[in-house]
């Protein structure tokens, strides 16, 4: 009887071992150790349902107290996976932020200057980033768009302004798989123009530069995080709260140019910062914050955000006008193109000389 004892002893440790362990790995499914930030950006006990995510299946609930975009693993329902394949290397990629029924802007894009033969040698090329839309013939005239133009990439998240995080991170997941060959990435809104004549000529040194952001930068502390609920950009004190301003260096969204070699790791970063809905601060200041080395410029006179000053400037100046970064959108795009073009001489190919390019 006595020798029984400590193998009964034995097996009672061992099943108390067993019911701890069983009972910790239910437990962390719920809960995870925070960094800084993930604290400063959380989703209280009881609140879950009021930050689901929105997909074309359904709403997915979340199951852990902070939350992660959804672009890092919803699937692609639309890839032109094969666009970077076969080219040594791409001058640049131009990552697009557009609506879906944007149709006849992005043809107008394409149309003009994010038309890759106006740049040879260069090689330019565009991938215009969507959601999805609860309208079958919008969605089938989006498909017959992706069977011509073959630049489309749509994920399985509702296209809507608070969806762009998802949209912006699928983006940078979607480069890491396809496209690492590009030379440097820039991601646009559908309503910015780039003068790229004067992006290869005179500022093609970006795409010599590592872990390296190019945009109208905004400095740590010193922009408002809006809490007036009225507001368009009106963020939840559930987020950065007692916080009145945005603790890192970021970028506003509207051109932004990245060295290729951070995109992956700016992508990496995404699994452990908490999903931000605010996608200027979340893609180009916390992922960025995540990343050892990471360095912003600032565009400096190199930006305009006003339509009129950008044409004006071009009108009068032509080849000299200062601006790289401008608006325009629908019948403006093709006012600016014909600004932009005027004192450059065609080929009897269409595309357009560039002066003293290296």
């Given at each position: 009887?006595?020798?029984?004892?400590?193998?009964?002893?034995?097996?009672?440790?061992?099943?108390?071992?067993?019911?701890?362990?069983?009972?910790?790995?239910?437990?962390?499914?719920?809960?995870?150790?925070?960094?800084?930030?993930?604290?400063?950006?959380?989703?209280?006990?009881?609140?879950?349902?009021?930050?689901?995510?929105?997909?074309?299946?359904?709403?997915?609930?979340?199951?852990?107290?902070?939350?992660?975009?959804?672009?890092?693993?919803?699937?692609?329902?639309?890839?032109?996976?094969?666009?970077?394949?076969?080219?040594?290397?791409?001058?640049?990629?131009?990552?697009?932020?557009?609506?879906?029924?944007?149709?006849?802007?992005?043809?107008?894009?394409?149309?003009?200057?994010?038309?890759?033969?106006?740049?040879?040698?260069?090689?330019?090329?565009?991938?215009?980033?969507?959601?999805?839309?609860?309208?079958?013939?919008?969605?089938?005239?989006?498909?017959?768009?992706?069977?011509?133009?073959?630049d489309i990439i749509q994920?399985?998240?509702?296209?809507?302004?608070?969806?762009?995080?998802?949209?912006?991170?699928?983006?940078?997941?979607?480069?890491?798989?396809?496209?690492?060959?590009?030379?440097?990435?820039?991601?646009?809104?559908?309503?910015?123009?780039?003068?790229?004549?004067?992006?290869?000529?005179?500022?093609?040194?970006?795409?010599?530069?590592?872990?390296?952001?190019?945009?109208?930068?905004?400095?740590?502390?010193?922009?408002?995080?809006?809490?007036k609920n009225s507001s368009k950009?009106?963020?939840?004190?559930?987020?950065?709260?007692?916080?009145?301003?945005?603790?890192?260096?970021?970028?506003?969204?509207?051109?932004?140019?990245?060295?290729?070699?951070?995109?992956?790791?700016?992508?990496?970063?995404?699994?452990?910062?908490?999903?931000?809905?605010?996608?200027?601060?979340?893609?180009?200041?916390?992922?960025?914050?995540?990343?050892?080395?990471?360095?912003?410029?600032?565009?400096?006179?190199?930006?305009?955000?006003?339509?009129?000053?950008?044409?004006?400037?071009?009108?009068?100046?032509?080849?000299?006008?200062?601006?790289?970064?401008?608006?325009?959108?629908?019948?403006?795009?093709?006012?600016?193109?014909?600004?932009?073009?005027?004192?450059?001489?065609?080929?009897?190919?269409?595309?357009?000389?560039?002066?003293?390019?290296?």
């Amino acid at each position: 009887m006595n020798r029984n004892r400590p193998y009964q002893k034995f097996v009672g440790i061992s099943c108390i071992v067993m019911i701890t362990l069983v009972y910790l790995t239910f437990d962390n499914e719920e809960m995870h150790v925070f960094t800084q930030e993930e604290e400063d950006i959380h989703i209280p006990w009881g609140r879950f349902e009021k930050f689901n995510y929105e997909t074309t299946t359904g709403v997915r609930a979340i199951k852990t107290k902070t939350m992660y975009p959804v672009g890092m693993y919803a699937p692609f329902l639309i890839n032109n996976r094969n666009l970077c394949r076969n080219y040594e290397k791409i001058s640049a990629l131009v990552m697009v932020h557009t609506s879906v029924r944007n149709f006849w802007r992005r043809k107008e894009m394409r149309r003009t200057w994010l038309n890759s033969s106006h740049y040879s040698p260069r090689n330019l090329k565009v991938i215009f980033l969507v959601g999805t839309i609860d309208d079958k013939t919008v969605q089938e005239q989006l498909k017959n768009e992706s069977n011509l133009y073959q630049d489309i990439i749509q994920g399985d998240f509702v296209d809507s302004y608070k969806n762009l995080t998802n949209k912006g991170v699928m983006g940078y997941r979607w480069i890491t798989e396809n496209c690492m060959n590009a030379e440097i990435v820039i991601k646009i809104d559908d309503d910015s123009f780039i003068n790229f004549f004067k992006f290869f000529e005179n500022f093609s040194f970006l795409t010599k530069k590592k872990k390296f952001i190019f945009c109208n930068k905004i400095n740590p502390n010193s922009m408002p995080i809006i809490r007036k609920n009225s507001s368009k950009w009106y963020v939840s004190d559930l987020f950065y709260r007692g916080r009145n301003l945005y603790p890192h260096t970021y970028c506003s969204g509207f051109v932004v140019f990245i060295s290729t070699d951070l995109i992956p790791a700016l992508y990496q970063a995404v699994f452990t910062a908490p999903f931000f809905w605010v996608d200027d601060f979340y893609l180009f200041g916390l992922l960025p914050s995540r990343v050892k080395h990471v360095r912003h410029e600032n565009f400096g006179g190199n930006l305009t955000f006003m339509h009129p000053e950008g044409l004006k400037c071009y009108q009068q100046l032509k080849g000299k006008c200062k601006y790289l970064v401008m608006p325009a959108r629908d019948k403006e795009i093709d006012v600016m193109w014909k600004a932009v073009i005027a004192d450059r001489q065609q080929s009897v190919y269409g595309n357009y000389y560039m002066k003293d390019v290296v």
